[in-house]
């Protein structure tokens, strides 16, 4: 087929989305070369020591919250999204553990209605206190609506600068209200796969530097918005709370966790899926991302879990020639991508038209036109 001229041989990438370039031979940027970088990817390269350094601290930090489980009501936060990773981090925390954790969840107002479902079926199982923060709801949708009315780069895609933005947001509030009750540790069910920011633990140096973003000081932003985020002056005398992601160190199998999360009865059979829990956003941000960059910006992870494992490429192509006309024409959760765009006050062909002005200006035009009717 013509299309598999354009796609790289080894991986998925596909010639001019993303900044991406074939070689003579087919092959791509990141397959030719492993230390590439682009601000949308590069390999985060875990040694084997790297993971063995944050095995042994997490087996340390579990002896010490043991010593210290007088001392406070809770032993620590779960974050705790509704998502298959969060559920059994929560379940492990409890069953396996023993600890007495706050599940706190964000409601940034854009989370499906299967995320809250899970959580009751939950809850009904497991017994922890839960707290629901909805008080930002209006800042996450400014700053949403800031993040797609703003995206003018050629190659940042903005699901990725949309996900580092609320990333920053959501921690900064468990920061908060982990600081306010003193509770030292936060852990969240981030997957090995979501370590392009941080591996393990979020750095204390990074915590105590400004979460805040430079535009939340526009005017389209209030006093209120920027005290969202956290910053230490806030609470003088404190002791900053770790933020750790033991799934980076610990044993991990996505289908290990499904099949534990459904066995259980946490969630019923189907929700565990990633693509009926993750927010509305992010469909309208991939509606926005394979419009204007020929792309699924998902590719980037895809590619690099086949260059792990090239048995896997068949399955991932046949997903990404799939998913690829679905999301390009609104047609993945689709009414996620209207919930999300007429809350931020966008209509889709205004979208589109401010997504054809970039292509218009962007050097690789001619590959992302050819490559958005590609599937
Ligand atoms: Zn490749």
């Not at 370590?195 to 209120?224: A, C, G, L, V």
Request: net charge negative; glycine share 6%; aromatic share 10%.
């Amino acid at each position: 087929m013509i299309h598999e001229h354009y796609i790289c041989k080894n991986c998925i990438l596909i010639d001019g989305s993303f900044g991406i370039k074939l070689n003579s031979e087919g092959i791509c940027n990141y397959c030719e070369n492993p230390t590439y970088r682009t601000t949308n990817w590069w390999k985060t390269q875990i040694t084997e020591k790297m993971k063995e350094t944050g095995l042994k601290d997490w087996n340390s930090t579990i002896e010490l919250m043991r010593s210290r489980q007088e001392e406070n009501k809770y032993d620590c936060i779960v974050g705790y999204s509704g998502g298959k990773d969060s559920t059994a981090l929560l379940y492990t925390v409890v069953h396996d553990y023993g600890f007495n954790p706050l599940a706190v969840t964000i409601d940034s107002g854009f989370i499906p209605d299967t995320a809250f479902e899970n959580m009751k079926d939950t809850l009904k199982k497991i017994s922890v206190d839960h707290i629901i923060i909805d008080g930002a709801k209006e800042t996450f949708r400014k700053l949403y609506q800031w993040v797609f009315t703003n995206q003018d780069s050629n190659d940042l895609t903005l699901t990725r600068n949309l996900c580092d933005s609320c990333g920053d947001l959501v921690h900064s509030l468990v920061v908060r209200e982990a600081m306010e009750r003193e509770i030292a540790i936060i852990l969240f069910g981030y997957s090995p796969d979501e370590i392009r920011r941080y591996f393990y633990e979020i750095p204390q140096h990074e915590i105590e530097h400004d979460w805040k973003p430079s535009f939340i000081n526009r005017e389209s932003f209030t006093e209120e918005d920027r005290k969202r985020y956290f910053t230490p002056e806030d609470f003088e005398n404190h002791t900053v709370p770790r933020i750790i992601l033991p799934y980076h160190v610990i044993d991990y199998n996505e289908e290990d966790i499904i099949q534990l999360i459904e066995s259980k009865n946490l969630v019923k059979k189907g929700n565990s899926n990633t693509l009926k829990t993750s927010c509305h956003v992010i469909a309208a941000a991939l509606f926005y991302d394979l419009n204007r960059f020929g792309a699924l910006p998902y590719a980037l992870q895809f590619a690099e879990l086949i260059r792990q494992d090239p048995s896997i490429r068949k399955k991932w192509l046949i997903t990404l020639k799939r998913l690829t006309p679905m999301i390009r024409d609104g047609k993945f959760n689709e009414s996620g991508v209207n919930f999300t765009l007429e809350k931020i006050g966008l209509s889709k062909e205004g979208l589109l038209s401010n997504v054809r002005k970039q292509i218009n200006q962007d050097p690789n035009r001619e590959k992302i036109t050819r490559n958005l009717g590609l599937f």
